[in-house]
């Protein structure tokens, strides 16, 4: 019988599993896991997820360690930067005094 607390999901971090198909692809999320340590999560992440040889890479990434913009405040964040002129440097004049510009 087992306690609260005492499930694997309940003691160990959770690790988010990004597998590479093909050499010059990007890696792609494909899921999550729980693990003790990074070692045992990449054995289980490429067991679990690369069952039929069609990785050639994997990455697993402590769940707690990544961090995610706002879907809510998409708009101000991913703002375009036309109307931004002051961004580019064609905004601001050359100083007369300095060489080289």
């Given at each position: 019988m087992t306690t609260p607390g005492d499930s694997a999901s309940e003691i160990w971090p959770?690790?988010?599993v990004f597998v590479r198909s093909?050499?010059?692809l990007s890696h792609v999320h494909v899921g999550s896991l729980h693990a003790?340590?990074?070692?045992l999560a990449v054995r289980n992440a490429r067991d679990l997820y690369t069952r039929r040889s069609e990785g050639v890479s994997v990455?697993?990434?402590p769940a707690a360690a990544i961090t995610t913009s706002d879907p809510d405040a998409k708009g101000a964040f991913f703002e375009s930067s036309a109307g931004k002129s002051y961004r580019h440097a064609s905004y601001y004049s050359k100083s007369e005094g300095v060489k080289h510009l």
């Open positions: 959770l690790w988010e093909n050499r010059g003790p340590d990074e070692t990455w697993v990434v």
